[in-house]
């Protein structure tokens, strides 16, 4: 019922069977699961594959799609993200990371068993080779990065010095599956309970 593209990372795409539903709700009263957003009927499109971060994507209602009457779809005039051809623009959030884990500034045991970087996308794994644990002096804690998803782990090879403080370096050149990059290298830093 819909066809989705996003520059040309995503060359337009008919959605897919189990993409989206309709959701014929007549009335104007909110929806009980989709609030305001739910006033209907609807289309509801959900796409099986992330889509690119910072890009400017577009959905074209098909021209299958009819009222009870038979008329096709047509963009409200009002609506500046509607005015072209019927299309729906919308643009995607930056490549982002969502939470850390130790947080920064947190206080963690010398076993710690990973840090965790979590993004708001799936990202490449081999952009992710500069992600450094560096220690108060400069010096590089040896460890295994891991990429699953939009999770980098650090593993570290043996447990963390007591009374240290660590700086986590997430590089620049992490990107999304579809080569885009984060922009900035991030830090943050986490500090290991004192010996007892």
């Not at 959905?59 to 072209?84: E, Q, S, T, W």
Request: net charge negative; glycine share 12%.
């Amino acid at each position: 019922m819909v066809e989705l593209a996003c520059g040309s990372l995503v060359p337009a795409r008919p959605n897919l069977p189990g993409e989206g539903y309709y959701y014929p709700s007549g009335n104007q009263f909110p929806s009980s699961t989709l609030g305001w957003g739910g006033l209907g009927p609807a289309i509801v499109h959900q796409p099986t594959i992330e889509l690119p971060t910072s890009t400017d994507c577009t959905i074209r209602v098909m021209d299958v799609v009819k009222d009870k009457d038979g008329n096709g779809f047509v963009a409200h005039p009002n609506h500046d993200a509607l005015a072209r051809n019927g299309a729906i623009t919308f643009h995607t959030e930056s490549l982002g990371i969502v939470e850390t884990a130790p947080a920064d500034g947190d206080e963690v045991e010398v076993g710690l068993a990973s840090v965790d970087v979590v993004f708001n996308v799936s990202v490449d794994e081999a952009s992710v080779a500069g992600l450094t644990v560096e220690d108060s002096s400069g010096a590089a804690v040896a460890g295994e990065v891991t990429v699953e998803g939009g999770v980098i782990s650090f593993t570290p090879d043996a447990e963390l010095a007591p009374g240290e403080e660590y700086t986590v370096t997430v590089p620049a050149t992490v990107t999304d599956t579809y080569g885009i990059g984060f922009g900035a290298a991030e830090t943050f830093t986490f500090t290991t309970e004192a010996a007892s």
